[in-house]
């Protein structure tokens, strides 16, 4: 029996290892050093990452616009090699065009939890979008927003969710936007820890992509259930006329300031080079920070590129975490 095909059997079956060692170890000692290098050296290659995987729906946003079903996101996203699923509200017109009813709302839930089950998929979270601004200035309008986010609360838990990501968009200037976000977010997190929520805070744009102001907010609301979804490529405090971004914040440092209040990470990706690194964002200084935090729950893999398809991006950035997971410290 050759030493290759001695290891792959020794994994699963020990049994041989030991018969062959004691029929001729005494015969060929370096082959049985040779043997255990080949063990040790299987053992790391099949070491797994820090973190589990989820995709983010929004990686595959493209496909529903264009007519694809929603409903299907827990069977795409079990072939593509994730285990967890993070949705996202604003992609599902039946429930939007119904006005959130609670009829709709149920259905979303019935169906998702349906494909979830079949496809033994994991329900992570629901980014929730187009309810109104966290954050306004206005303390009764503030209030109705923080209510139209009540039903999402519960669909999280009825569907088997740890947390709600919401927006903190609202007030212009910082004292008044972490005053609002403070008694916004204390609102929506007292009501989610009825249902054993948690309220998560994304840097998605204007004041929200300030890390240190963010991070301020959090440590003013200070609750349990209330926290960040820290993302990888969301730094753009505020973008010129022509799209392109006129006050972006430091990346690494965004992160690392948020992740002490981390219960997710979203992984952004965009455009990616010939040996598979993202263009614009170092993943092994990103996952670096996110391991050096105690982080150890889902990454969501999140693609918004346009050289690849939504499944070639969603797959690149996929095994990019796996791989540049591989030689962190």
């Known amino acids: 029996m050759k030493v290759k095909n001695l290891v792959k059997q020794s994994v699963k079956y020990p049994l041989v290892l030991l018969v062959f060692c004691f029929a001729s170890c005494k015969d060929a000692p370096k082959k049985t050093e040779e043997v255990k290098e080949e ?10 990452p820090f973190f589990e995987l989820s995709l983010a729906q929004w990686s595959l946003h493209k496909q529903v616009f264009d007519g694809g079903n929603p409903y299907d996101f ?71 927003t923080v209510e139209a986010h009540y039903k999402w609360v519960k669909a999280a838990a009825e569907m088997g969710c740890h947390a709600i990501r919401v ?83 430091d990346i690494y440092k965004g992160i690392t300031e948020l992740m002490p209040y981390a219960k997710a990470v979203s992984a952004k990706s965009y455009n990616f080079d010939a040996e598979g690194n993202e263009t614009k964002i170092d993943y092994a200084k990103m996952l670096q920070i996110v391991k050096d935090a105690g982080y150890t ?18 797959i690149a950035t996929r095994d990019l975490l796996i791989n540049a997971s591989k030689n962190l410290k």
Request: aromatic share 6%; net charge negative.
């Open 39 to 48: 063990i040790a050296k299987t053992k790391v290659d099949e070491k797994k």
């Open 74 to 144: 827990a069977e795409n996203a079990k072939k593509l090699g994730f285990t967890g699923l993070e949705y996202v509200s604003a992609l599902y017109n039946d429930v939007k065009e119904a006005n959130y009813s609670d009829e709709a709302m149920a259905e979303f839930v019935a169906k998702s939890n349906e494909a979830a089950k079949k496809h033994d998929m994991k329900n992570v979270l629901i980014m929730v979008d187009g309810q109104g601004d966290l954050a306004l200035a206005d303390a009764a309008e503030r209030k109705k």
């Open 167 to 249: 927006n903190l968009a609202g007030a212009t200037e910082e004292k008044e936007w972490v005053a609002s976000s403070v008694d916004g977010l204390t609102q929506l997190g007292t009501f989610a820890k009825e249902h054993n929520i948690n309220v998560i805070v994304e840097n998605h744009g204007g004041l929200s992509s300030n890390g240190k102001l963010l991070s301020e907010v959090m440590s003013k609301v200070n609750m349990d259930n209330v926290g960040t979804l820290p993302d990888f490529g969301n730094f753009c405090i505020k973008k010129a006329e022509d799209g392109s971004c006129e006050d972006m914040y």
């Open 297 to 314: 729950g889902f990454i969501g893999v999140e693609y918004e590129g346009e050289e690849k398809s939504e499944e070639e991006g969603i």
